[in-house]
């Protein structure tokens, strides 16, 4: 195995340590984050090729071309390769020279098409599924962080295979029964509840995009405001075109509520994770939630949900309390008649629960399944 040998990363023991590169079309956010926390706490050696600055749609088209030169140029053979999705796998395969070693792959699936829902515009992103279908079968092994998303794909992706080509149907549907979950990890040191006063304080911290659903988050809002209810309002996340009117309607009727609205820094950001008693979401899409984990990791009680991968990410013991299946106004109603103290009542149990997402605990699971395929390639 070129360059995977060992080395002293705890002075008690020697460990080997690889040389691993992931290829990021993405390196911006949550994407971002999630590599830097993998790699503060990993065993081996992690370095990250990013694609382009000029937005991601030109970033996932010559990706490709800027992933294979630079495995091409490395100055000694690479361990082996973390793909993250969106990303055309087969194509950074395919243009890495002969004479290149070729070295294992991991695809990790932050997300994918299949169980997207359709946009404004609707149709099927017909382009980007069959990427991810080519990596999938270009990838030594594929993980993806939640079950939720294993079954979509396991349900889904051979069904396209097969309208695509008759008879492919079967050996994608044995790929995806050798599926990884491995959640995604977050940075939980520095999260903890603050003390606050006043009305419960309710977190939005999601993209204003069509998939996030948020104008049935401002008609709830609006909603009990006028009904009388007290609350203060966090409305943070990047506004797309799609979630304009929702925001503007937020603006304009319940200003007086705001207290904190935009993109914020990382400090600022997690501050208000933590002055939170509330994170709520009304998401038609979601693969992970990494927004509504770390608010539970800095004390806020979670109301989302009873679909999509939301389930995986709170305790199974008050999955009653913090998931709703009815509308959204109808769970927010009965959730902000409670008392701070009834608010928060299994706080301390919520916490330790989510605290299976930490990177302390999670790192060791990546590291494990690197490990393993790099055990497979030698």
Same mark, same amino acid.
């Given at each position: ?5 060992? %080395? ?44 382009? %600055? ?18 091409? $140029?490395?100055?000694?053979?690479? $361990? ?5 999705t969106p990303i055309d796998l087969a194509s950074v395969l395919g243009l890495i020279d002969r004479s290149t070693y070729r070295p294992p792959t991991l695809l990790y699936m932050h ?38 998303? =294993? %079954? ?114 990382? $400090?600022?950001?997690?501050?208000? /994770?933590?002055?939170?008693? /509330? ?27 009873d679909r999509l991968s939301y389930p995986e990410i709170v305790p199974r013991e008050f999955s009653s309390e913090y998931l709703y299946s009815g509308p959204f106004d109808e769970a ?37 399944? /690197? $490990?393993?395929?790099? =055990? %497979?390639?030698?």
């Amino acid at each position: 195995m070129p360059g995977y040998s060992p %080395d002293v990363k705890d002075p008690c023991s020697f460990i080997s340590v690889a040389d691993v590169v992931v290829l990021e079309p993405w390196y911006q956010g949550s994407h971002r984050s999630w590599v830097k926390g993998w790699r503060s706490h990993s065993n081996h050696s992690i370095r990250v090729i990013d694609g382009t %600055d000029a937005g991601w749609r030109r970033s996932l088209v010559t990706a490709p071309t800027r992933f294979a030169e630079a495995i091409n $140029d490395a100055a000694k053979p690479i $361990d082996a390769l973390v793909a993250s999705t969106p990303i055309d796998l087969a194509s950074v395969l395919g243009l890495i020279d002969r004479s290149t070693y070729r070295p294992p792959t991991l695809l990790y699936m932050h997300e994918s098409q299949i169980g997207y829902p359709p946009g404004p515009k609707g149709g099927r992103p017909y382009r980007a599924m069959v990427n991810d279908l080519n990596s999938i079968m270009s990838a030594d092994k594929v993980a993806v962080a939640t079950q939720y998303h =294993a %079954d979509l794909l396991r349900k889904g992706m051979p069904t396209f295979a097969e309208e695509l080509v008759p008879g492919s149907g079967r050996k994608v549907q044995s790929k995806l029964e050798a599926l990884h979950v491995l959640p995604v990890g977050i940075e939980v040191s520095g999260l903890s509840p603050a003390s606050v006063s006043g009305p419960t304080r309710v977190l939005w911290n999601h993209r204003w995009s069509h998939d996030k659903n948020p104008g049935e988050f401002v008609h709830a809002m609006t909603l009990l405001a006028a009904e009388g209810y007290e609350f203060s309002l966090y409305a943070l996340g990047e506004v797309e075109r799609a979630g304009e009117k929702a925001h503007r309607r937020m603006t304009e009727q319940l200003s007086d509520r705001v207290l904190i609205s935009g993109i914020q820094n990382r $400090d600022t950001y997690r501050q208000i /994770l933590c002055n939170s008693d /509330l994170v709520v979401s009304t998401a038609h899409h979601e693969f992970f939630g990494v927004a509504i984990a770390e608010a539970i990791a800095a004390g806020a009680r979670p109301l989302i949900p009873d679909r999509l991968s939301y389930p995986e990410i709170v305790p199974r013991e008050f999955s009653s309390e913090y998931l709703y299946s009815g509308p959204f106004d109808e769970a927010l109603r009965a959730t902000l008649s409670k008392s701070r103290d009834d608010l928060h009542i299994n706080r301390r149990r919520t916490r330790e629960c989510i605290s299976a997402f930490a990177w302390e605990a999670l790192a060791p699971k990546y590291d494990s399944l /690197l $490990d393993g395929l790099l =055990a %497979d390639a030698s």
